[in-house]
């Protein structure tokens, strides 16, 4: 799998999700066998750039390159500008957002609303990658299959992203109005990818190594991105590889596993949001590692009420600890 001048190690990414895919999570799946990470959407506004939040998803100290960044708006001209903006700041590919169908970017036209203004996809398009070419930056777009049910485009848009210069195209196999309901469709994305020659790359609902290879025979995509469920499951990039290479299913983590990563990544993630934010921002993150396991709700409890780094990792380390004793006991 390439974009532009990149060649990436495999073709399971790990799709950008607001509040999920920052830093410390992104470095944790590419360790872990993701090929490709594109960082948390990033405002087009400048009057946001000095902003913490919009700093700390800029912030790419110590990851893999290609450096990825997405970028959210709907002015040509600003877009143009955060693209170069954050070019600068070390991303070596732009990712422009035409897929995220939360109220509050569609209410300002942004994100997957745009997907009802051709017009304005092609002078976003043409404005952002005119600024990048310069720069040999590849320019990628990320879009959903439409509006609604009604008014399905993709294939329409997608010729339109080819023309204009981008390098690759993922889509999600729902339209805006769907939001996360109901199942995604790949019918869509197996008719765009018959009929553009740019790497396409299938998103939604794929959360097994097996619904990976299915997905990506059914619609011939080049790459699959996955989103939801790496969420406390950083593992399942290496479990797809491992399969769409060999045809055979790995062994989930282990307790000791699972605890050494979690442990690890709360450590970064610590590190990176500082001890007052961390604290809190891990909870989400321990909560799904947790939803795994019967009967966690009670721990997942006293962790929501810890204020403390140390005492948060520390009652997860002995916990897991606690697990790991009860399962050599079982198999004495």
Same mark, same amino acid.
């Given at each position: 799998m390439q974009i532009g001048s990149w060649q990436l190690p495999n073709n399971v990414f790990v799709a950008p999700m607001a509040g999920v895919t920052d830093r410390p999570f992104r470095r944790l799946c590419k360790r872990l066998g993701a090929g490709y990470a594109v960082s948390e959407m990033a405002a087009s506004n400048p009057q946001l750039w000095d902003s913490v939040k919009t700093a700390r998803r800029l912030n790419h100290e110590g990851e893999v390159d290609p450096i990825a960044v997405?970028?959210?708006?709907?002015?040509?001209?600003?877009?143009?500008?955060?693209? =170069?903006?954050?070019?600068? &700041?070390?991303? /070596? +590919?732009?990712? %422009?957002?035409? #897929?995220?169908?939360?109220?509050?970017?569609?209410?300002?036209?942004?994100?997957?609303?745009?997907?009802?203004?051709?017009?304005?996809?092609?002078?976003?398009?043409?404005?952002?990658?005119?600024?990048?070419?310069?720069?040999?930056?590849?320019?990628?777009?990320?879009?959903?299959?439409?509006?609604?049910?009604?008014?399905?485009?993709?294939?329409?848009?997608?010729?339109?992203?080819?023309?204009?210069?981008?390098?690759?195209?993922?889509?999600?196999?729902?339209?805006?109005?769907?939001?996360?309901?109901?199942?995604?469709?790949?019918?869509? =994305?197996?008719?765009?990818? &018959?009929?553009? /020659? +740019?790497?396409? %790359?299938?998103? #939604?609902?794929?959360?097994?190594?097996?619904?990976a290879k299915q997905v990506l025979d059914y619609t011939g995509a080049d790459a699959i991105m996955i989103g939801r469920a790496s969420q406390g499951n950083p593992w399942i990039f290496n479990e797809i590889n491992h399969y769409l290479n060999t045809g055979e299913l790995i062994a989930p983590p282990t307790l000791s596993e699972m605890k050494e990563v979690l442990l690890e990544h709360l450590e970064e993630h610590y590190q990176f949001y500082g001890t007052h934010t961390g604290v809190r921002t891990a909870r989400k993150h321990i909560g799904w590692y947790l939803s795994r396991f019967q009967h966690s709700d009670t721990l997942r409890r006293h962790l929501n009420t810890i204020e403390s780094c140390k005492q948060q990792s520390q009652a997860l380390a002995e916990w897991f600890d606690q697990q790991i004793e009860l399962e050599l006991s079982a198999f004495a």
């Open positions: 997405q970028i959210v708006g709907s002015d040509p001209d600003i877009m143009a500008q955060a693209a =170069i903006f954050n070019i600068e &700041k070390g991303a /070596k +590919i732009i990712d %422009i957002n035409m #897929g995220c169908p939360a109220k509050k970017v569609c209410k300002v036209a942004t994100g997957s609303a745009l997907l009802r203004d051709k017009e304005l996809v092609a002078r976003i398009l043409d404005a952002v990658v005119s600024a990048c070419r310069p720069y040999d930056a590849p320019v990628t777009l990320k879009i959903r299959t439409g509006w609604d049910r009604d008014s399905i485009n993709a294939p329409e848009i997608a010729k339109l992203a080819e023309d204009t210069g981008i390098s690759a195209l993922t889509i999600h196999g729902r339209t805006r109005c769907d939001f996360y309901q109901g199942e995604a469709e790949y019918d869509t =994305i197996a008719t765009v990818q &018959k009929i553009v /020659k +740019i790497p396409i %790359i299938a998103n #939604g609902d794929i959360d097994s190594p097996q619904k």
